[in-house]
C-alpha cells in the first residue's frame, strides 16, 4: 500500500502542485485556457443548436401530422354529410319516376336541406323517358343570390354519357366521387360531384342521383391554420390535380407532376407517386432554386382518393434559430474577451503574489481533489432501491475536516444486499485516498465473491502489501439474503453493529484485526438470520467519541437511548445527527461521523401455486422438466413465448446442477420446486452435491467475437437475461438455487 502511495498518488498531486504553482508564472498557459475555452464553447453551442434544430423539426413535423388529420376529418366530415344526404333521397327519387316532371323537386329538396351542395341532378339513361328525348336531367343550382335555378342540361351540348365520370359512377354501382372539374354549363364552377345510383323496383339502374359540391370550402379548410408562419398546403386529386395551393392560377389547371418538373431532386417524383397511391410519410426535397423543404403528406379518409400535404421551406424554419445561434455566439466571443483580459489580470497580480497564492492552490487543489475523490465514491441517492419493498437503506457521512476517512457502500447482486462500512486511521489526504481504494477493492472483490471474510481477506492482502506508512483500517463487511433474511458478516477491528428488533442490542462480533495490519490473517465468518422489520445500525468511533466543550464523549449509553425512537433510517440518521450536534454545542467534530442503516421488510405473501417435482441427475429426463414447467407456467395463464424462456432459463439451470454439483459417476437427485405468489413465480433448485454456487461467474459479454470470449458463462448470461434474479446458498449440505419471474411483467 506504501509502495503504490510512492509510486502513483504522491507524484500524481505532486506534479498537480507544480502545474498549478508554473501556471501563476508563465502567460502561454492562460492563452491555452482560453483556447480550449472557446473550444469548449464552440462544441457546447454547436451542440446546443443541434438539439435545437432537431426539436424544432420534430415540433413542426407533430404538428403537421395533426394539422393533417384534423383537416382530413373535416373533410371527411363534410364529404360525409354529402354523401350520407344524397343516399338519403334516392328512396324520394324512386318514388316519382313515374312523374318526369316532379323530378326537379327531388333535387331541390336535397339542395335546399344541404348548405355544402349547390346543385343536385337526375341524370336518366339514354331514351328513359321517351317523351323527354334522349337525353334527361332535370338539374337544379343554387346561385349567389340564394335563388333555385332549375334547368334541363342533358343534350347534344352536354352529352353526359361520353363523360369520363358517367363511366365511372355506373360501373362503380355505388356511391362515387368524381375528379374535381370546372362546370360550364349548371354551376358554372369548380366543384366535384357524388353519384349515387337509381334503380327501378326491378333493380335496373335508370338514373345517377348526383350531387355538386363547390371547392371554394376546401380551399378555405385546406390554407386556414398553417403549421408555421412560413408553410403552406396543398391537395391533389388521384390523378394528381391540384385542387388547393398558395397559387391559385394552378388550381386545377396543373398537375403535381407538371409543377415539380423543373425540380431535379428525384425525391419529388417519389413523393408525388406516394400521394397519389394515396399513402403518408415525409420527405426533404431541394427544389428548383436549391433550397431545402421539408414536405409532410397524408390522404383524405373515405373514398375521394385525395391527398394532402404541408411544406416548410428549411430556410424560414430555422431562420429564428440561426439569428439566435448568431447573437449566442457573439456573446459568447465577447464572455471569452472578458475571460481572456481578466486572466491576463490576474497573472499579473499572481506574479506579484506567487509565493502565497501558488501555496494556497497547491493546498486547495488536494483538498478539494482528496474531498471529490471520497464523496463521489459514495452513496447518495436515496432510497437507493425505490423499486424493492423488501429493503430500505438511509447512509450518512459528515467530515471532521474538508476529507476524510471514512466510507461506506452497497449494492445488489443475485439477490444478496453487499454492505460495508469502514474508517481508515489517520486523517486527511492520505486517510481520503486510502479510503478510496478500499471501497474500490470492495466493489471489485464483491462483485466476483459471496462470502464476507474472503472479501475481507482479499482486501487486506493488497492493503497490507508494503503498508510502510503502517495505515490500517477497521472494516465490516455483510451479506444479507434478501429472500430469507440470511446474514453473513466478518469483522474487521470495526464497531459493532446494532441490531433493533423486539430491542436494542448489539450483533455479536469477533472483532479479528483491522486491514492493513497482518497480511496472513484468517477472518472470521459468522451469520445470523434478520427477521421482518429488522433494523441493523452501523456506524463508526466519531458518532461515539463526539466531544462536548468540556471533552466529554457522546457515548455508546446515548447513541442506545436515541435508537430506542424506531424510526425509519432516514429519521434515524437525521435525528441522531440532531442529537450529537446538540450534545457538542458548538465544539469543533475532531472526527468523521459516519451512519448506514439498513432495514428488512421481509414479508411473505400467500402463495397461490406449489408444484415439486424430483429429478435423477441424467440429463435424458429433461423432457419431465419441460412438461413440469410448460403445467406451471399455464396454470399461471403465461404465454407461448414467456413458457419458452421460463423453460430454457430453468433447464439451464438444472443442467447445470446435473453437470457440476455431480461429478461423472456420481448419482443424485435435483430437486425443483415451483411455487407463485400474485406478484411473482419462483423455482427453487436444490440439490445435495457439492458446493456448486453457479452466480460466482460474471456475465459473459456477448458483445465479444466468439473467439475473444472466455469459456463458459453463457448458461448463467441466459438465466440472468430470461429471469427477474437468480440467487445461490449453501445452507445444510444442499445447493440453493432460486430464479424468480414477476408474473405482472
Known amino acids: 500500500m506504501g509502495q503504490y502511495f510512492k509510486q502513483h498518488i504522491r507524484p500524481f498531486f505532486s506534479g498537480i502542485s507544480d502545474r498549478i504553482r508554473k501556471q501563476a508564472s508563465h502567460v502561454w498557459s492562460s492563452i491555452a485556457l482560453v483556447v480550449i475555452a472557446a473550444i469548449l464553447v464552440e462544441l457546447t453551442s454547436a451542440v446546443q443548436y443541434y438539439y435545437a434544430r432537431e426539436n424544432i423539426y420534430k415540433t413542426v413535423q407533430q404538428n403537421a401530422e395533426t394539422e393533417l388529420k384534423v383537416k382530413s376529418l373535416e373533410i371527411q366530415k363534410v364529404m360525409t354529410a354529402v354523401e350520407t344526404a344524397t343516399s338519403n333521397m334516392v328512396w324520394y327519387a324512386k318514388q316519382r319516376l313515374s312523374q318526369p316532371d316532379s323530378l326537379y323537386e327531388v333535387s331541390r329538396r336535397l339542395v335546399k336541406t344541404n348548405s355544402t351542395i349547390i346543385g343536385a341532378a337526375l341524370l336518366f339513361v339514354p331514351d328513359y323517358y321517351p317523351q323527354k328525348g334522349h337525353w334527361f336531367e332535370p338539374y337544379v343550382a343554387e346561385r349567389k343570390d340564394g335563388t333555385l335555378e332549375e334547368i334541363q342540361l342533358g343534350g347534344p351540348d352536354h352529352d353526359y354519357f361520353k363523360a369520363d365520370w358517367w363511366k365511372k359512377a355506373v360501373k362503380a354501382d355505388k356511391g362515387y366521387w368524381s375528379e374535381p372539374y370546372y362546370d360550364k354549363d349548371g354551376a358554372k364552377m369548380m366543384l366535384c360531384t357524388y353519384f349515387v345510383p337509381v334503380c327501378d323496383a326491378s333493380g335496373r339502374l335508370v338514373a345517377l342521383f348526383g350531387a355538386d359540391v363547390s371547392l371554394d370550402w376546401l380551399s378555405e379548410i385546406i390554407n386556414a391554420r398553417p403549421v408555421h408562419p412560413s408553410s403552406f398546403n396543398l391537395m391533389i386529386s388521384s390523378t394528381g390535380q391540384l385542387m388547393a395551393c398558395p397559387v391559385e392560377s394552378l388550381v386545377m389547371r396543373r398537375n403535381i407532376q407538371e409543377v415539380t418538373a423543373r425540380i431535379e431532386d428525384t425525391t419529388a417524383n417519389y413523393v408525388n407517386r406516394e400521394m397519389m397511391a394515396g399513402r403518408s410519410g415525409h420527405a426533404d426535397i431541394i427544389d428548383e432554386n436549391g433550397e431545402k423543404n421539408y414536405i409532410f403528406y397524408a390522404p383524405v379518409e373515405g373514398e375521394t382518393g385525395w391527398s394532402m400535404a404541408v411544406v416548410c421551406s428549411d430556410h424560414d424554419l430555422y431562420h429564428g434559430l440561426r439569428q439566435v445561434s448568431f447573437v449566442l455566439t457573439l456573446l459568447m466571443l465577447a464572455g471569452l474577451c472578458l475571460m481572456g483580459y481578466i486572466i491576463w489580470r490576474s497573472v499579473r497580480s499572481t506574479r506579484r503574489l506567487q509565493a502565497v497564492q501558488s501555496q494556497r492552490a497547491a493546498i486547495k487543489s488536494e483538498l478539494h481533489i482528496a474531498s471529490s475523490i471520497q ?180 457515548g455508546k449509553k446515548r447513541m442506545m437511548e436515541e435508537l430506542k425512537k424506531r424510526q425509519s433510517p432516514e429519521e434515524i440518521s437525521n435525528s441522531m445527527t440532531k442529537a450529537v450536534t446538540r450534545f457538542m454545542e458548538g465544539a469543533e467534530q475532531s472526527d468523521d461521523l459516519t451512519m448506514l442503516i439498513i432495514r428488512y421488510n421481509r414479508e411473505k405473501q400467500p402463495v397461490n401455486l406449489s408444484r415439486s417435482l424430483t429429478l435423477p441427475n441424467d440429463v435424458q429426463t429433461t423432457p419431465k422438466l419441460a412438461a413440469f414447467v410448460d403445467d406451471v407456467c399455464n396454470t399461471l395463464g403465461f404465454n407461448s413465448s414467456q413458457t419458452l424462456q421460463m423453460n430454457l432459463a430453468v433447464e439451464e439451470a438444472v443442467v447445470n446442477v446435473m453437470n457440476y454439483a455431480y461429478p461423472k459417476g456420481t448419482v443424485g437427485d435435483v430437486q425443483i420446486d415451483a411455487s407463485a405468489n400474485d406478484e411473482r413465480l419462483k423455482f427453487i433448485i436444490s440439490d445435495s452435491g457439492m458446493p456448486f ?50 408474473i405482472k411483467s
Open 375 to 554: 464523496m463521489a465514491l459514495l452513496p447518495k441517492t436515496f432510497p437507493p432501491f425505490p423499486e424493492r419493498k423488501d429493503i430500505d437503506i438511509y447512509a450518512s457521512l459528515k467530515p471532521a475536516r474538508d476529507v476524510g476517512g471514512d466510507l461506506y457502500d452497497y449494492f445488489i447482486r443475485d439477490e444478496k444486499l453487499y454492505f460495508c462500512i469502514g474508517d481508515v486511521s489517520g486523517k486527511g489526504v492520505p486517510a481520503s485516498i486510502v479510503m478510496a481504494v478500499t471501497r474500490t477493492l470492495f466493489r471489485n472483490v464483491a462483485s466476483l465473491e459471496s462470502k464476507p471474510h474472503r472479501i475481507l481477506s482479499a482486501i487486506n492482502n493488497t492493503l497490507s502489501e508494503d503498508n510502510e506508512n503502517n495505515i490500517f483500517v477497521t472494516f465490516f463487511v455483510g451479506v444479507l439474503d434478501l429472500p430469507t433474511g440470511r446474514l453473513r458478516y466478518s469483522n474487521a477491528g470495526h464497531e459493532s453493529p446494532v441490531i433493533l428488533s423486539d430491542g436494542e442490542k448489539k450483533l455479536e462480533c469477533v472483532s479479528n484485526v483491522p486491514l492493513g495490519v497482518d497480511q496472513d490473517w484468517e477472518y472470521t465468518l459468522q451469520e445470523t438470520t434478520l427477521s421482518n422489520q429488522t433494523t441493523l445500525f452501523l456506524y463508526t468511533d466519531g458518532l461515539t467519541e463526539a466531544m462536548d466543550p468540556e471533552q466529554r464523549l457522546f
Open 693 to 742: 454456487d453457479p452466480t460466482a461467474r460474471p456475465d459473459t459479454d456477448t458483445s465479444l467475437p466468439a473467439d475473444e470470449r472466455p469459456i463458459g458463462g453463457l448458461g448463467i448470461h441466459l438465466v440472468r437475461h430470461y429471469m427477474d434474479s437468480v440467487n445461490y446458498e449453501r445452507m445444510d449440505e444442499r445447493n440453493i438455487f432460486t430464479l424468480r419471474k414477476s
